[in-house]
């Protein structure tokens, strides 16, 4: 979120940044998060949050959050976040840049006050549709050997000691959890795009 | 107020198969300040892309386009635009939108109100400050579009068919509006129309323009009394007058 909506905000708007990603961006995308989580693993070995700021030895949940998970909620969460940032950014109408010049405004206020409000709705969307898959990308990094915690290591564990009711119950949990954060964001979204629905 | 010169001016598009359209050509006019001037011309004829030059939003190929005696360069700072089509930000209610250009010039907020508050009570919209275009009716967003516009203090008010899409009755009574507007807030006014009634009613001048290219051809100055009496004789003979040359137009294009 912190660095997929001002990336795609920069791309969305100039054509230099357009340039300059978009290849990357083309060759990264169809590139599953879960074939990044062996990669992370190796790169990042199983070091944790709490590892990484010198605490060794903790019960607290940052002795469970491994950096290469975090890579790849992050891998997962950006481009849907991204995409609809640019997308947002790339399809206001010409009209009302034009009219926000027309009226004084210069460039940074043309940023601030016309391109950001007018593709909030576009940039929410993607901030809903990454926060879906970022969740679906963390259950199946908890499903892989080197996780110790987590709802995803939970349902590996059910399975292996065939407990069936743990593990619907996990299932049942994570759509719950999945549904529940996408309702948050869409009461934002409500909120701020009220707008853009009843647009003629 | 100010005055406006449009010298020679030339604007040519690249085509789909990467062909010159030239839109408008050799085209010259001078605007007095104060005067409320009509461009009247069939559709296509390079209305709206002459609009589009003098407010600084294209450049021309040839040619110059001057307020007061400056060139302008880049954006036209004096003028602005009320487009044909709906403009108004949809995230913003009435007020908001109004008051947009000053809060682009960093007014306090209670000033900034307070002054669009008047140009919301001059069109008429007292009472929907806090209602969305989405909300309003073709016509009131218009009238929120010209408050806005005006709101921004211009000294040459570009007008591109305003009142197009509206029905009869409201384009009548939005006519009057604008009328009384000239007339208090001594505005330059270049109105651009293919409605003849409506520059027949409006105008002190009207300048009649042909298609491909599009260039001036006629130039007619109104002096009949206002308010205008649609069915006065007086009238009824300029705007029959001004049909018949656009008819010839048309014969001529095909």
Redesign the interface.
């Known amino acids: 979120m912190l660095v997929g909506i001002p990336l795609g905000l920069l791309v969305g708007r100039f054509v230099l940044f357009r340039r300059l990603f978009s290849p990357i961006i083309e060759i990264l995308r169809p590139l599953c998060p879960i074939a990044w989580i062996p990669f992370a693993l190796a790169i990042f070995k199983t070091y944790t949050v709490a590892e990484v700021f010198g605490v060794r030895y903790t019960t607290s949940i940052f002795g469970h959050i491994q950096l290469g998970m975090l890579f790849v909620i992050f891998y997962g969460g950006f481009f849907p976040i991204f995409l609809n940032t640019v997308h947002g950014v790339k399809s206001i109408k010409d009209?009302?840049i034009?009219?926000?010049?027309?009226?004084?405004?210069?460039k940074n206020?043309l940023f601030r006050?016309?391109i950001v409000?007018?593709s909030?709705p576009t940039i929410l969307t993607g901030l809903r549709v990454g926060l879906g898959v970022a969740w679906m990308v963390i259950i199946a990094a908890e499903m892989l050997p080197g996780s110790d915690a987590g709802i995803g290591y939970l349902i590996m564990f059910s399975y292996e000691l065939a407990e069936m009711d743990i593990l619907i119950a996990s299932m049942i949990l994570i759509g719950a959890v999945g549904a529940l954060l996408s309702y948050f964001v869409k009461l934002i979204a409500d909120r701020t795009s009220?707008?853009?629905a009843?647009?003629? | 107020m100010v005055s406006l010169r449009v010298d020679g001016i030339k604007k040519t598009f690249v085509g789909e198969h990467r062909d010159e359209v030239q839109a408008v050509s050799d085209l010259s006019f001078y605007c007095e300040e104060g005067e409320f001037l009509c461009i009247v011309g069939p559709t296509g004829c390079g209305k709206t892309t002459l609009l589009r030059l003098i407010?600084g939003?294209d450049k021309p190929s040839a040619g110059t386009i001057s307020v007061d005696d400056r060139i302008i360069e880049g954006?036209n700072?004096d003028?602005?635009?009320v487009?044909q089509?709906?403009?108004l930000?949809?995230?913003?209610n009435v007020i908001n939108n109004v008051s947009?250009?000053l809060?682009?010039?960093h007014v306090e907020k209670k000033k900034r109100f307070r002054e669009a508050q008047y140009y919301i009570d001059l069109v008429g919209l007292e009472g929907f400050e806090k209602a969305?275009?989405?909300?309003l009716s073709g016509g009131m967003q218009q009238r929120v579009a010209i408050a806005?516009?005006l709101a921004?203090n211009p000294k040459l008010l570009l007008l591109d068919e305003p009142f197009g899409a509206l029905d009869e009755r409201t384009r009548h009574r939005l006519q009057e509006e604008l009328l009384n507007l000239w007339q208090d807030q001594k505005k330059t006014i270049v109105f651009v129309t293919h409605n003849i009634d409506e520059a027949v009613f409006l105008a002190s001048r009207i300048l009649i323009m042909r298609d491909r290219p599009g260039s001036i051809i006629e130039e007619i100055a109104v002096d009949l009394p206002r308010p205008r009496d649609r069915r006065s004789k007086a009238f009824l003979d300029l705007h029959i007058s001004i049909r018949e040359m656009l008819e010839k137009i048309l014969a001529g294009a095909q």
């Open positions: 009209i009302f034009e009219s926000a010049l027309l009226l004084g405004a210069n206020q006050k016309v409000p007018s909030l009220f707008w853009q009843k647009e003629r | 407010a939003l954006l700072d003028a602005t635009l487009f089509q709906y403009s930000f949809p995230w913003r947009f250009s809060e682009m010039r969305f275009p989405h909300e806005r516009a921004y």
